[in-house]
């Protein structure tokens, strides 16, 4: 599939170091097979670009299924609040390494990590490892908030600015490009006017982006009305932080007003469906905002309130939430569910001259999905049948900057076993400390 839609069947690309070297219809011409070091049967595959999973949370890996079926703001102090403000730096990069291993099994090559717990002032550096270890791609929106949040979880304006000074200058572009940093303001009611503005001057001067919870409920914004007389993204609009570099994730409760304020900046929104029906905070009005211009990524929310990080499944819901919420059987199609996971994604990023798309030139980060199953057979139409039937299970083999990091859904860039057991043992010894206790932990 290429980046203006087309389907090369047969077709063929050529990997040459971390980027596309060419790609095209019909069988590989004989000199690039000779020349070749690795040839990959697709055969009754597809192949992607790798898809982004523009908002999660890794750290939640630990903690799914603790507090379900609540309400976004009981979910916080029942579940987060309670074990995120014993997390250390080595748990949030174990952590980080499963969720990340998730996100590569369910076809994203890209994360977006909105990490906000910083009891232990490393968790940051240990998600950067987790990177490293992994392979993914990462964005890591450094989260903050200065006010009205739990004050474990808060922080002062100068050290918002210091560490998030230091993950710039230490990691933004390190690992061949693949990690990147970024500022991840966390919720309206938790961020100061100040330093909403001071942060997003800062970030303009560094060239990255802004990352910020918007509009999920109804009553953050009846909460952001009775404290600032505004809703979120008019308060965005008024601060002067809205942009093509702003990404706004949830953006559930929205008005009109809103949605012209968006599509005038260029802001990405960031759709969350999975999370916004398990802590049923409604339905995005995506029909609206794809037909009024607005880059619209796709993400999996945080495991915590998902509860997996299967980017697969988020293709399927985006679409069907579409359709049932403006009760429109052609609200989205596939091709455009799938853009949305790979060209939005990548606008989220920050990174739409890179990835996102099968062009040559851009980086080889792809993904290969076998449609030779029961559950995809017979295929009339292949994106069809990666958004409507196959699930995680069919992703193949990933590659991330020309790297083959799972083959014949194998994870080939570490030992996935001894990662699981190692998991297990920290996550026991986390729950111990916090005074959580599960039947089955």
Same mark, same amino acid.
């Given at each position: 599939?290429?980046?203006?839609?087309?389907?090369?069947?047969?077709?063929?690309?050529? @990997?040459?170091?971390?980027?596309?070297?060419?790609?095209?219809?019909?069988?590989?011409?004989?000199?690039?097979?000779?020349?070749?070091?690795?040839?990959?049967?697709?055969?009754? $595959?597809?192949?992607?670009?790798?898809? @982004?999973?523009?908002?999660?949370?890794?750290?939640?890996?630990?903690?799914?299924?603790?507090?379900?079926?609540?309400?976004?703001?009981?979910?916080?102090?029942?579940?987060?609040?309670?074990?995120?403000? %014993?997390?250390?730096?080595?748990?949030?990069?174990?952590?980080?390494?499963?969720?990340?291993?998730?996100?590569?099994?369910?076809?994203?090559?890209?994360?977006?990590? %909105?990490?906000?717990?910083?009891?232990?002032?490393?968790?940051?550096?240990?998600?950067?490892?987790?990177?490293?270890?992994? #392979?993914?791609?990462?964005?890591? &929106?450094?989260?903050?908030?200065? $006010?009205?949040?739990?004050?474990?979880?808060?922080?002062?304006?100068?050290?918002?600015?210091?560490?998030?000074?230091?993950?710039?200058?230490?990691?933004?572009?390190?690992?061949?490009?693949?990690?990147?940093?970024?500022? #991840?303001?966390?919720?309206?009611?938790?961020?100061?006017?100040? $330093?909403?503005?001071?942060?997003?001057?800062?970030?303009?001067?560094?060239?990255? #982006?802004? %990352?910020?919870?918007?509009?999920?409920?109804?009553?953050?914004?009846?909460?952001?009305?009775?404290?600032?007389?505004?809703? %979120?993204?008019?308060?965005?609009?008024?601060?002067?932080?809205?942009?093509?570099?702003?990404?706004?994730?949830?953006?559930?409760?929205?008005?009109?007003?809103?949605?012209?304020?968006? &599509?005038?900046?260029?802001? @990405?929104?960031?759709?969350?469906?999975?999370?916004?029906?398990?802590?049923?905070?409604?339905?995005?009005?995506?029909?609206?905002?794809?037909?009024?211009?607005?880059?619209?990524?796709?993400?999996?929310?945080?495991?915590?309130?998902?509860?997996?990080?299967?980017?697969?499944?988020?293709?399927?819901?985006?679409?069907?939430? &579409?359709?049932?919420?403006?009760?429109?059987?052609?609200?989205?199609?596939?091709?455009?569910?799938?853009? $949305?996971?790979?060209?939005?994604?990548?606008?989220?990023?920050?990174?739409?001259?890179?990835? #996102?798309?099968?062009?040559?030139?851009?980086?080889?980060?792809?993904?290969?999905?076998?449609?030779?199953?029961?559950?995809?057979?017979?295929?009339?139409?292949?994106?069809?049948?990666?958004?409507?039937?196959?699930?995680?299970?069919?992703?193949?083999?990933?590659?991330?900057?020309?790297?083959?990091?799972?083959?014949?859904?194998?994870?080939?860039?570490?030992?996935?076993? &001894?990662?699981?057991?190692?998991?297990?043992?920290?996550?026991?010894?986390?729950?111990?400390?916090?005074?959580?206790?599960?039947?089955?932990?």
């Amino acid at each position: 599939m290429s980046n203006d839609g087309n389907i090369f069947h047969p077709g063929y690309l050529l @990997v040459k170091g971390d980027r596309i070297g060419a790609i095209g219809e019909g069988a590989a011409p004989a000199e690039i097979r000779a020349s070749s070091d690795t040839i990959i049967d697709a055969s009754r $595959m597809a192949v992607i670009p790798g898809m @982004v999973n523009s908002h999660t949370h890794l750290f939640q890996t630990f903690i799914r299924g603790l507090a379900d079926d609540k309400p976004l703001l009981d979910w916080l102090k029942s579940c987060i609040w309670l074990v995120s403000q %014993h997390m250390t730096s080595k748990e949030c990069e174990i952590a980080g390494m499963v969720g990340m291993i998730e996100n590569l099994r369910s076809g994203a090559t890209s994360v977006i990590d %909105h990490q906000y717990i910083h009891a232990d002032p490393m968790n940051d550096d240990g998600v950067v490892r987790a990177a490293k270890e992994t #392979g993914i791609r990462l964005l890591l &929106a450094r989260g903050w908030a200065d $006010m009205n949040y739990h004050h474990t979880l808060m922080e002062t304006p100068e050290r918002i600015i210091s560490e998030t000074t230091r993950l710039y200058e230490t990691y933004h572009g390190k690992e061949n490009g693949r990690v990147r940093i970024e500022f #991840g303001p966390l919720i309206p009611w938790g961020c100061s006017d100040e $330093m909403m503005m001071k942060t997003y001057d800062l970030a303009r001067q560094w060239g990255v #982006g802004t %990352h910020i919870h918007v509009a999920e409920t109804r009553e953050e914004v009846d909460m952001n009305l009775e404290s600032r007389g505004k809703r %979120h993204v008019e308060w965005l609009g008024d601060l002067g932080v809205l942009g093509p570099d702003v990404q706004l994730v949830h953006s559930v409760w929205l008005d009109d007003a809103e949605l012209d304020l968006i &599509a005038k900046s260029g802001a @990405v929104v960031v759709h969350c469906p999975v999370s916004n029906m398990y802590l049923a905070s409604g339905a995005a009005r995506i029909k609206e905002m794809v037909n009024r211009g607005i880059p619209v990524a796709l993400a999996s929310d945080g495991p915590g309130s998902n509860n997996n990080q299967d980017m697969m499944e988020v293709l399927k819901t985006t679409a069907l939430l &579409a359709k049932v919420s403006t009760l429109d059987a052609m609200a989205l199609y596939p091709e455009t569910v799938l853009r $949305m996971a790979c060209r939005g994604g990548a606008c989220a990023f920050g990174q739409p001259e890179s990835i #996102g798309s099968l062009e040559i030139g851009k980086k080889a980060d792809l993904v290969l999905i076998d449609l030779d199953s029961p559950f995809a057979m017979p295929v009339h139409n292949p994106l069809s049948a990666i958004v409507y039937n196959l699930s995680c299970g069919a992703v193949d083999t990933v590659l991330v900057d020309g790297q083959i990091l799972m083959r014949d859904k194998k994870v080939l860039i570490l030992d996935e076993k &001894a990662l699981l057991e190692e998991a297990r043992s920290v996550c026991k010894k986390l729950f111990q400390r916090a005074g959580v206790i599960t039947q089955y932990s």
